[in-house]
């Protein structure tokens, strides 16, 4: 079992940046691949970013691509989402999943065995 923690959300202008992290304890880090999913008021929780076990494949919604970056330090226990150019739409409630399967589609929230308890992310106009 893995559990996980996320920090960094924050209020932020349109525009500007911030650094999502999610620290791991339990099981070994390095056996699973990880993601960051979202999920804003009134709307289902959204794939945004997959990182495999040994961060060699990675993969982004359209909606985050070239402004978002997934990265993981597996001797720290950590994944990171590095967020700029923040646009409003970005608002949400941003959760850090793990998934010890080699099977799954990796946007889909059924692929993800543990999740945290989320950070806020706000984007002002």
């Known amino acids: 079992q893995v559990q996980l923690e996320e920090s960094g959300g924050g209020l932020v202008q349109a525009g500007g940046s911030l650094r999502l992290s999610c620290a791991a304890s339990?099981?070994?880090?390095?056996?699973?691949?990880m993601a960051w999913f979202r999920q804003a008021p009134g709307k289902e929780r959204e794939f945004v970013s997959y990182?495999?076990?040994?961060?060699?494949?990675?993969y982004y919604a359209n909606s985050v691509k070239g402004r978002f970056t997934i990265s993981r330090d597996n001797a720290k226990n950590t994944v990171s989402l590095q967020m700029n150019n923040l646009k409003p739409e970005d608002t949400a409630v941003y959760y850090c999943?793990?998934?010890?399967?080699?099977?799954?589609?990796?946007?889909?929230?059924?692929?993800?065995?543990?999740w945290g308890q989320g950070t806020q992310v706000t984007v002002s106009s």
């Open positions: 999943a793990a998934s010890a399967r080699y099977s799954g589609t990796y946007s889909y929230t059924e692929t993800y065995d543990y």
């Open positions: 990182i495999t076990r040994s961060a060699g494949t990675t």
């Open positions: 339990g099981r070994t880090f390095s056996s699973y691949n």
